[in-house]
T-cell receptor, first 115, second 111 residues
Framework: DTGVSQNPRHKITKRGQNVTFRCDPISEHNRLYWYRQTLGQGPEFLTYFQNEAQLEKSRLLSDRFSAERPKGSFSTLEIQRTEQGDSAMYLC?????????????FGEGSRLTVL | GQQLNQSPQSMFIQEGEDVSMNCTSS?????WLWYKQDPGEGPVLLIALYKAGELTSNGRLTAQFGITRKDSFLNISASIPSDVGIYFC???????????FGTGTRLTIIP
């Protein structure tokens, strides 16, 4: 399968713990995006990378959130000191064109439950 | 910020019926995208619209880019069970890579 891959698919953690999600984009895509989706809502933009550079960050990305894409390939999203409000589906997407010109290819998501 | 409102919020139809849903924005978009999301999966692009007034089809799906650039419509003809899911409209921001998603329309097919 050469689509966007996300791991883990599900994560249950206790409040205050740190969690890390990984995203492997489609190999030829230089653009990578993280979105968050809560129940009953559409995905909300978190951050965007072009190659290894993080070029945009949403206000939703608090100080407890950090995203990296060290070699311009896979990306990680870390949440420190998790809170119950962080419970959501975290979606990764990749693209080879700007969002205004082409589609984003989404992964299956990583569902986080904070107890 | 930009907001996309979709209606209806949910639809309950019988197999074989046609479906219509729309998306309106408080601001102008230069691109409209329609995605479908199945339970537990990420969204998948159905149709992309790049020009005001454009009408584009993808099999049984037809979408239109409104003339005012503030709305878009998605129609599904002769619905089948695999059409069940949540349909999202989306549009990109100006000068950034943020894609704004609508509130979604949940489609359920009644046996």
């Amino acid at each position: 399968d050469t689509g966007v891959s996300q791991n883990p698919r599900h994560k249950i953690t206790k409040r205050g713990q740190n969690v890390t999600f990984r995203c492997d984009p489609i190999s030829e895509h230089n653009r990578l995006y993280w979105y968050r989706q809560t129940l009953g809502q559409g995905p909300e933009f978190l951050t965007y990378f072009q190659n290894e550079a993080q070029l945009e960050k949403s206000r939703l990305l608090s100080d407890r959130f950090s995203a990296e894409r060290p070699k311009g390939s896979f990306s990680t999203l870390e949440i420190q000191r998790t809170e119950q409000g962080d419970s959501a589906m975290y979606l990764c997407a990749s693209s080879y064109r700007t969002v205004g010109a082409g589609e984003l290819f989404f992964g299956e998501g990583s569902r986080l439950t904070v107890l | 910020g930009q907001q996309l409102n979709q209606s209806p919020q949910s639809m309950f139809i019988q197999e074989g019926e046609d479906v219509s849903m729309n998306c309106t924005s408080s601001s102008i978009f230069n691109t409209w995208l329609w995605y479908k999301q199945d339970p537990g999966e990420g969204p998948v692009l159905l149709i992309a619209l790049y020009k005001a007034g454009e009408l584009t089809s993808n099999g049984r799906l037809t979408a239109q880019f409104g003339i005012t650039r503030k709305d878009s419509f998605l129609n599904i003809s002769a619905s089948i069970p695999s059409d069940v899911g949540i349909y999202f409209c989306a549009g990109p921001g100006f000068g950034n890579e943020k894609l704004t998603f609508g509130t979604g329309t949940r489609l359920t097919i009644i046996p």
